[in-house]
């Protein structure tokens, strides 16, 4: 049986993880990708506190946050398709969608 702790450290090793990612990488698709390591990083801290806890909320929980992220990423991917067709880059930092 593995001790919860490092479930715990384990998620927060795949948060830290996700965080750097989007902070450090300047493809689109790669930012996406960074985030989904950071929901299922919270999906495991949820399962594991619901394991621990002996109740079923936590993968409920979970559940949501894996129907949220597979839009998010449905959401995410369709946007950068749109500006991959009109600028022919996903480089975040080239792109000036927002600007005046």
Known sequence: MVPFA???MLAALLFAI?????????NGIM???SIELMLNASNLSFVAFSRQLGGLDGHVLALIVITMAAAEVAVG?????VVARL???TRVDRL???HG
């Open 6 to 8: 490092w479930y715990q």
């Open 18 to 26: 996700g965080v750097a990612g989007v902070l450090t990488r300047r």
């Open 31 to 33: 930012i996406l990708l």
């Open 77 to 81: 991917l369709a946007l950068l398709i």
């Open 87 to 89: 600028w022919h880059t």
């Open 96 to 98: 000036r969608l927002f």
